[in-house]
T-cell receptor, first 111, second 113 residues
Framework: EDQVTQSPEALRLQEGESSSLNCSYTVSGLRGLFWYRQDPGKGPEFLFTLYSAGEEKEKERLKATLTKKESFLHITAPKPEDSATYLC????????????FGQGTELSVKP | KAGVTQTPRYLIKTRGQQVTLSCSPISGHRSVSWYQQTPGQGLQFLFEYFSETQRNKGNFPGRFSGRQFSNSRSEMNVSTLELGDSALYLCASQRGTTGNEQFFGPGTRLTVL
């Protein structure tokens, strides 16, 4: 069964304290892995798509990496405005556009 | 470029009623997917439509249905509402059918009393 597990469930950081979020997945043929950010009461905001092991993408203080079994979202020198829930999702071959989501990591960055 | 729009944003219904939610995708996007988000289950896939055809369906009862129109706008319907249907319903728009980014709307918050 296709499955996505994110850890930790919650993460509290001080401003400037770098860290990483983990997304482990099992899927019968990976089409793509997606990272989203979700603020309370809003829809998920697209961040990155990764397609193959070894691929990396960066955007401001965020960097996403992918291996055959997991993905990491590295946050460098976070700011309070980075506080949000970060969601990881996979899309499998032969499943159309269906995304399978993890439960998310709730990140809180204190000044 | 306008994003994904969903109407209404908030809805309160009572058990046994039915509800219809609407989604307008990004211009040029032909695929629309629907998801249910609850605190306990997270984001769960309901169904996907492409060119007015349902391409995939999640593990939800038949009370949940949807459709897509020729202009790619989509509606989902929930009949005989139950308390457990209270959730944030999200619509996602995608240009093609696979391997492309999905962009989400703000969601419709449904409360069933």
């Amino acid at each position: 069964e296709d499955q996505v597990t994110q850890s930790p469930e919650a993460l509290r950081l001080q401003e400037g304290e770098s860290s990483s979020l983990n997304c482990s997945y099992t899927v019968s043929g990976l089409r793509g892995l997606f990272w989203y950010r979700q603020d309370p009461g809003k829809g998920p905001e697209f961040l990155f798509t990764l397609y193959s092991a070894g691929e990396e993408k960066e955007k401001e203080r965020l960097k996403a990496t992918l291996t055959k079994k997991e993905s990491f979202l590295h946050i460098t020198a976070p700011k309070p405005e980075d506080s949000a829930t970060y969601l990881c999702a996979v899309q499998a071959n032969n499943q159309g556009g269906k995304l399978i989501f993890g439960q998310g990591t709730e990140l809180s960055v204190k000044p | 470029k306008a994003g994904v729009t969903q109407t209404p944003r908030y809805l309160i219904k009572t058990r046994g009623q039915q509800v219809t939610l609407s989604c307008s995708p990004i211009s040029g996007h032909r695929s629309v997917s629907w998801y249910q988000q609850t605190p306990g289950q997270g984001l769960q896939f309901l169904f996907e439509y492409f060119s007015e055809t349902q391409r995939n369906k999640g593990n939800f009862p038949g009370r949940f249905s949807g459709r897509q129109f020729s202009n790619s706008r989509s509606e989902m319907n929930v009949s005989t509402l139950e308390l457990g249907d209270s959730a944030l319903y999200l619509c996602a728009s995608q240009r093609g059918t696979t391997g492309n980014e999905q962009f989400f709307g703000p969601g419709t918050r449904l409360t069933v009393l």
